[in-house]
């Protein structure tokens, strides 16, 4: 079945830490990824596609097509960041992990 | 340009009760869709839209219907609620099935 998957419900740090969500996938063919944010009382929104190549907020997301990862990172948290996040995937219909709520701690 | 727009904000419905969520876009966007957002379960696909006249099945369709008569709506109907119709529903559009935009959501409570 065509799957995106997150693995970590939460994930909290201290401002200044690096972080790293993390994002697996499982469908076939060429592969076509996102990373949708949701702040406090904000609409979803895209923050990163991997066909950009992009880094957005400090934010960067690597396609690796051998472990079928596509994990988020920033070296530096700010508590700003502090938000829901879903990795989708394109499959012909756009579908989406299990979200990942990331807290900034300062 | 107000982008997706979703009515109602907040819905309280009884069991048994139907209604339909209504869903806008002004993009000209062919692709549109319905997501329920659930705690632990993530934004899951209910019905979506590749243009008008045109709809297809998610991954929980059941219990909910869509048509897509115009480019800019795609309302979404739910039948007979249950309360585990109780969620967070999302409409969304884009170009294609990528970067989608997305409405401010709908809060439903079935009682």
């Known amino acids: 079945a065509q799957r995106v998957t997150q693995p970590e419900k939460l994930l909290s740090v201290f401002k200044g830490a690096p972080v790293e969500l993390k994002c697996n996938y499982s469908y076939s063919g060429s592969p076509e990824l996102f990373w949708y944010v949701q702040y406090s009382r904000q609409r979803l929104q895209l923050l990163l596609r991997h066909i950009s190549r992009e880094s957005i907020k400090g934010f960067t997301a690597d396609l690796n097509k051998g472990e079928t990862s596509f994990h988020l990172k920033k070296p530096f948290a700010q508590e700003e960041d502090s938000a829901m996040y879903y990795c989708?995937?394109?499959?012909?219909?756009?579908?989406f992990g299990q979200g990942t709520t990331l807290q900034v701690k300062p | 340009n107000a982008g997706v727009t979703q009515t109602p904000k907040f819905q309280v419905l009884k069991t048994g009760q139907s209604m339909t969520l209504q869903c806008a876009q002004d993009?000209?966007?062919?692709?549109m869709s319905w997501y329920r957002q659930d705690p632990g379960m993530g934004l899951r696909l209910i019905h979506y839209?590749?243009?008008?006249?045109?709809?297809d099945q998610g991954e929980v369709p059941n219990g909910y219907n869509v048509s897509r008569s115009t480019t800019e709506d795609f309302p979404l109907r739910l039948l007979s609620a249950a309360p585990s119709q109780t969620s967070v529903y999302f409409c969304?559009?884009?170009?294609?099935?990528?970067?989608?935009?997305f409405g401010q959501g709908t809060r439903l409570t079935v009682v």
């Open positions: 969304a559009s884009s170009y294609s099935a990528g970067e989608a935009f």
């Open positions: 993009m000209n966007h062919e692709y």
């Open positions: 989708a995937g394109n499959t012909g219909k756009l579908i």
């Open positions: 839209s590749v243009g008008a006249g045109i709809t």
